[in-house]
């Protein structure tokens, strides 16, 4: 019983990461239509961002904006550069994920060429432990935690309360209608890239503060979790995201305590295809943003 | 000069034949059927796993420093027959849940997510396939039953190589050219027409993945009878990238054009970098192959989208036959022998858009279902 506490506690944990890049990706996704592969390896520039700032004797809470900054810049550099070019192309959906992909190979190994092959620990401290009955927690995991709460209830409130978000829901169903009212769509469009790339960095800074490594292949392989939270919640759905990386998070860690920690991965991926089997498109399409 | 022909060349060979092995198998599935398999790389892994451990024999004994699953000591070539259908067996397990019809982008991602999730246990469980450090040892076949020395065994194994590309050349061309080929085509230009004349897109889709695998299983299982080690550093999902950019370079849907493409990207490309002064870490030299095969892909697709040698406009007609009957009910292996006498297959020589869709342009198929926006 008390296993099986502790890995919930751990995947509440393991769920705030997820989430905090499944919305970033899925409001992406949501709005350009783009399934950017390239999500992971924009995650890896932003944990060694953090990386510089820690060695740099920058406090890692700052780190964590500049990391997200960071994402943010690179994000809207893809999206207005190589994304534009291949979609004015008119390049197939398809097309486009293999044009994502291959910049995430460039990316990846650009980072890994600068960075040496090699991993990089983090040192700060993880500040003083709470215990919650079975479980036990130190500061900076709470504080991931509240992290994920917090970017949820205010991409919720701009999505639902600013003008922004309203424009944003409105794009995400009809462009070209959202155009024709008067909506400036070029500009919407930069918005969620930097948005959503903002996510994407924080996402990758956090998953470092909780891992305390980094290495170029750290957001390629935490990929897949953020893909299978984003395509489960639903495309544009920051709520569905939130429920289904804690669904997938809960699972992994489960999996993990039960003695197949090679399988953990394999377990919540076994979630997400027998979601998309039962329902092709993904749980709850564009439900929030078509509120 | 003896050390070259002894060993580089050989080896050069042979990487060459695998390659072309994985470009047709691509190529079939990408170039004629649009399934996009990102995670080809983990079925060549497949065949090269189970072919390495049923030639090394049970994992005791010599063997007791490596721990595997699955081994034997099987004569040659069973290994190689394992491997193929090793590969087309995981294909037919990923194949089930992954080729439904669900959009076609998140398919592509549901198989990258397959290719990572695959490497990451392999690595992790030892009890698979002795993890992270791989198998190594695996017997050269017929080297001691021969009494080669292993530079001339190599140029077996090249003959070998060579042949078995021939055979499956003129397998993968007979294949697109029967009214199997011509479905699959159809289905990839037009999915719900070819649909609505009784072809069942899901299941041809998972024949033609099914095949493809069973070709990678074998491509694994010759490479890893010639280098004899196998490990997850060599199939991490960049892997399949190389693969497709060959493909896109020597120009979808022509398998003659995968000669040129394996010729040009993985041949030429990544053994040029060898007679470079080496500079730098060890590695850097790699981290800067895969930055311009990602560059070289993007260039492709905007520059000659449909390669050095694009697909062939191939027409099939009978005279007389005024009604089109795609092969539905022969079953796969009357299809295979049905070459020649081919259905016409009119129906799907029209436009779509302005552009013949037999002959198809850069857009490769997927004229817009309904679920499927433009990118903004």
């Given at each position: 019983?008390?296993?099986?506490?502790?890995?919930?506690?751990?995947?509440?944990?393991?769920?705030?990461?997820?989430?905090?890049?499944?919305?970033?990706?899925?409001?992406?996704?949501?709005?350009?239509?783009?399934?950017?592969?390239?999500?992971?390896?924009?995650?890896?520039?932003?944990?060694?961002?953090?990386?510089?700032?820690?060695?740099?004797?920058?406090?890692?809470?700052?780190?964590?904006?500049?990391?997200?900054?960071?994402?943010?810049?690179?994000?809207?550099?893809?999206?207005?550069?190589?994304?534009?070019?291949?979609?004015?192309?008119?390049?197939?959906?398809?097309?486009?994920?293999?044009?994502?992909?291959?910049?995430?190979l460039i990316i990846e190994y650009s980072i890994d060429a600068?960075?040496?092959?090699?991993?990089?620990?983090?040192?700060?401290?993880?500040?003083?432990?709470?215990?919650?009955?079975?479980?036990?927690?130190?500061?900076?995991?709470?504080?991931?935690?509240?992290?994920?709460?917090?970017?949820?209830?205010?991409?919720?409130?701009?999505?639902?309360?600013?003008?922004?978000?309203?424009?944003?829901?409105?794009?995400?169903?009809?462009?070209?209608?959202?155009?024709?009212?008067?909506?400036?769509?070029?500009?919407?469009?930069?918005?969620?890239?930097?948005?959503?790339?903002?996510?994407?960095?924080?996402?990758?800074?956090?998953?470092?503060?909780?891992?305390?490594?980094?290495?170029s292949?750290?957001?390629?392989?935490?990929?897949?979790?953020?893909?299978?939270?984003?395509?489960?919640?639903?495309?544009?759905?920051?709520?569905?995201?939130?429920?289904?990386?804690?669904?997938?998070?809960?699972?992994?860690?489960?999996?993990?305590?039960?003695?197949?920690?090679?399988?953990?991965?394999?377990?919540?991926?076994?979630?997400?295809?027998?979601?998309?089997?039962?329902?092709?498109?993904?749980?709850?399409?564009?439900?929030?943003?078509?509120? | 000069?003896?050390?070259?022909?002894?060993?580089?060349?050989?080896?050069?060979?042979?990487?060459?034949?695998?390659?072309?092995?994985?470009?047709?198998?691509?190529?079939?599935?990408?170039?004629?059927?649009?399934?996009?398999?990102?995670?080809?790389?983990?079925?060549?892994?497949?065949?090269?796993?189970?072919?390495?451990?049923?030639?090394?024999?049970?994992?005791?004994?010599?063997?007791?420093?490596?721990?595997?699953?699955?081994?034997?000591?099987?004569?040659?070539?069973?290994?190689?027959?394992?491997?193929?259908?090793?590969?087309?067996?995981?294909?037919?397990?990923?194949?089930?849940?992954?080729?439904?019809?669900?959009?076609?982008?998140?398919?592509?991602?549901?198989?990258?997510?397959?290719?990572?999730?695959?490497?990451?246990?392999?690595?992790?469980?030892?009890?698979?396939?002795?993890?992270?450090?791989?198998?190594?040892?695996?017997?050269?076949?017929?080297?001691?039953?021969?009494?080669?020395?292993?530079?001339?065994?190599?140029?077996?194994?090249?003959?070998?190589?060579?042949?078995?590309?021939?055979?499956?050349?003129?397998?993968?061309?007979?294949?697109?050219?029967?009214?199997?080929?011509?479905?699959?085509?159809?289905?990839?230009?037009?999915?719900?027409?070819?649909?609505?004349?009784?072809?069942?897109?899901?299941?041809?889709?998972?024949?033609?993945?099914?095949?493809?695998?069973?070709?990678?299983?074998?491509?694994?299982?010759?490479?890893?009878?010639?280098?004899?080690?196998?490990?997850?550093?060599?199939?991490?999902?960049?892997?399949?990238?190389?693969?497709?950019?060959?493909?896109?370079?020597?120009?979808?849907?022509?398998?003659?054009?995968?000669?040129?493409?394996?010729?040009?990207?993985?041949?030429?490309?990544?053994?040029?970098?060898?007679?470079?002064?080496?500079?730098?870490?060890?590695?850097?030299?790699?981290d800067?192959?895969w930055i311009?095969?990602g560059?070289?892909?993007?260039?492709?697709?905007?520059?000659?989208?449909?390669?050095?040698?694009?697909?062939?406009?191939?027409?099939?007609?009978?005279?007389?036959?005024?009604?089109?009957?795609?092969?539905?009910?022969?079953?796969?292996?009357?299809?295979?022998?049905?070459?020649?006498?081919?259905?016409?297959?009119?129906?799907?020589?029209?436009?779509?858009?302005?552009?013949?869709?037999?002959?198809?342009?850069?857009?490769?198929?997927?004229?817009?279902?309904?679920?499927?926006?433009?990118?903004?």
């Open positions: 019983m008390n296993v099986f506490l502790q890995s919930i506690g751990f995947g509440v944990i393991t769920a705030s990461i997820i989430a905090i890049g499944a919305m970033g990706f899925s409001l992406q996704f949501g709005l350009t239509n783009v399934l950017n592969l390239s999500f992971g390896s924009i995650m890896t520039l932003a944990g060694f961002v953090a990386y510089l700032c820690e060695t740099a004797g920058i406090n890692i809470w700052l780190g964590l904006v500049l990391g997200g900054l960071s994402g943010a810049v690179a994000t809207i550099l893809i999206g207005k550069s190589v994304f534009k070019i291949f979609a004015r192309r008119g390049a197939k959906l398809f097309e486009m994920v293999m044009v994502t992909l291959s910049l995430a600068v960075s040496q092959d090699q991993i990089y620990q983090l040192t700060f401290p993880q500040g003083s432990s709470f215990t919650f009955g079975p479980i036990t927690v130190t500061a900076s995991q709470l504080a991931i935690i509240g992290i994920g709460i917090a970017i949820f209830a205010a991409l919720e409130a701009m999505l639902k309360l600013t003008r922004l978000g309203k424009a944003l829901r409105a794009m995400a169903v009809d462009p070209s209608l959202a155009r024709s009212c008067g909506i400036p769509t070029d500009r919407i469009v930069n918005a969620t890239w930097l948005v959503s790339g903002f996510l994407c960095g924080v996402a990758g800074v956090v998953f470092v503060i909780n891992s305390l490594s980094v290495d292949y750290t957001g390629t392989l935490f990929l897949p979790s953020v893909l299978a939270a984003a395509i489960l919640g639903g495309v544009g759905s920051p709520g569905g995201a939130l429920v289904a990386s804690l669904v997938l998070g809960i699972v992994t860690e489960l999996t993990a305590a039960l003695g197949g920690s090679a399988y953990s991965t394999v377990a919540a991926f076994g979630v997400l295809v027998v979601v998309l089997l039962s329902k092709p498109s993904g749980v709850a399409r564009k439900v929030e943003l078509t509120v | 000069m003896g050390s070259l022909f002894a060993y580089y060349i050989p080896t050069l060979v042979v990487y060459f034949g695998i390659d072309l092995l994985s470009a047709w198998s691509l190529n079939l599935q990408y170039g004629y059927a649009g399934v996009i398999n990102f995670s080809f790389i983990i079925f060549q892994a497949a065949g090269a796993y189970v072919a390495a451990a049923v030639s090394l024999g049970p994992d005791t004994g010599l063997n007791s420093y490596q721990t595997y699953i699955f081994g034997a000591r099987l004569p040659w070539p069973l290994p190689l027959i394992a491997a193929a259908a090793a590969g087309a067996a995981l294909s037919a397990l990923i194949g089930l849940f992954a080729l439904r019809r669900i959009r076609r982008d998140y398919q592509a991602a549901v198989m990258l997510i397959v290719s990572l999730i695959a490497l990451q246990v392999v690595s992790a469980d030892v009890h698979l396939f002795n993890g992270s450090n791989g198998l190594t040892g695996v017997p050269h076949p017929m080297m001691t039953a021969l009494n080669l020395s292993l530079s001339s065994w190599e140029w077996v194994w090249v003959v070998l190589v060579l042949a078995i590309c021939v055979v499956v050349y003129v397998l993968v061309e007979r294949l697109c050219r029967s009214s199997w080929g011509r479905a699959l085509r159809a289905m990839r230009d037009q999915e719900d027409a070819a649909a609505s004349i009784g072809l069942n897109p899901t299941v041809l889709r998972l024949e033609v993945f099914v095949i493809g695998g069973a070709i990678a299983g074998l491509s694994g299982g010759l490479l890893v009878e010639f280098i004899s080690a196998w490990s997850p550093g060599a199939w991490g999902y960049a892997e399949t990238f190389v693969i497709f950019t060959a493909l896109l370079i020597g120009g979808v849907g022509n398998n003659r054009g995968m000669i040129v493409g394996t010729l040009l990207v993985p041949i030429l490309f990544l053994e040029l970098p060898s007679y470079l002064p080496s500079f730098g870490y060890p590695g850097l030299v790699d800067f192959e311009i095969i560059l070289l892909w993007m260039l492709g697709l905007l520059i000659r989208p449909r390669g050095v040698l694009p697909e062939r406009r191939f027409i099939a007609s009978r005279e007389g036959a005024g009604v089109m009957t795609v092969g539905t009910r022969k079953g796969f292996f009357g299809r295979l022998l049905s070459v020649g006498s081919g259905e016409p297959a009119r129906l799907f020589h029209r436009s779509a858009g302005g552009v013949p869709t037999v002959a198809s342009p850069a857009g490769i198929g997927d004229e817009a279902r309904p679920e499927e926006a433009e990118v903004r």
